[in-house]
């Protein structure tokens, strides 16, 4: 503990961007629910005692995904590493709407931190919940409306795309940039130099984007959402009353 608490104080003005960014997330997914219910016109509350007990549920599936992600060499320096935590976090968004999913997000990050620590001055763990909710909140927001096996294909195509452009966009203007300042190294350069040694066709920032943080992204936004459209559907009566789909 002592450990983190020096990597917080090195790094406050980072960690209150962090939190910011969280409340952000908050913000918009309580918006999204309440328009839903306007337009069906429902009233639920954002947090229920089933809601809560399958978060924390799905937050301890996701933090162990969390714990076992690994890199995929041929594509990306080994500091980018893919993992399937998201899985339970967008099972949850549709479950139990986006103010769910993005609940679950935050709780798989902060005990992956007190369990492991950071080994990114918190950059990696920022880049992992704004870029997971990139993809739970746009699919989420679809389903919402669109209460469907319809809506649940265009929802996890509309949040693979989105995780997609914003994960790539977020890692070029934000994340690559404050991992340089943080890290105190000499430029964006020694980057993409890494990039390089990977894909000698990456010779920028933008090259580096394109050919290495995009396919990431993409890869894993669409193996989660095509195992959610699998296993969401039998999942979906256990975890909302307790029942099995099948008698």
């Not at 935590?85 to 679950?104: K, R, T």
Request: charged fraction near 15%; hydrophobic fraction near 55%; charge should be positive.
């Amino acid at each position: 503990m002592n450990g983190l608490w020096k990597t917080v104080t090195e790094n406050f003005a980072f960690v209150l961007e962090f939190v910011g960014v969280i409340a952000l997330m908050f913000l918009v997914a309580v918006a999204v629910q309440k328009a839903a219910d306007k337009k069906h016109g429902v009233e639920r509350k954002v947090f229920t005692t089933r809601m809560m007990a399958m978060a924390g549920m799905l937050s301890a599936i996701a933090t162990v995904l969390y714990l076992f992600d690994f890199p995929l060499p041929f594509l990306a320096p080994g500091f980018y590493k893919v993992d399937f935590s998201e899985l339970p976090v967008l099972i949850g968004s549709f479950a139990f709407g986006p103010v769910a999913g993005v609940l679950i997000e935050f709780i798989k990050v902060l005990l992956k931190i007190l369990i492991k620590g950071s080994n990114t001055a918190f950059v990696g763990d920022l880049a992992n919940f704004a870029i997971g909710c990139s993809l739970l909140l746009p699919a989420g927001t679809v389903y919402e409306f669109w209460k469907s096996k319809k809506g649940a294909i265009a929802g996890c195509v509309t949040g693979t795309l989105c995780m997609t452009v914003f994960g790539t966009m977020f890692n070029v203007v934000y994340l690559i940039p404050k991992f340089v300042v943080l890290y105190g190294l000499p430029s964006v350069d020694s980057i993409i130099g890494m990039g390089s040694a990977v894909n000698p066709a990456i010779t920028n920032l933008t090259t580096f984007a394109c050919l290495a943080v995009a396919p990431i992204n993409l890869l894993k936004a669409g193996a989660i959402s095509i195992i959610t459209m699998l296993i969401y559907k039998p999942l979906s009566p256990i975890l909302k009353e307790g029942r099995s789909a099948v008698r």
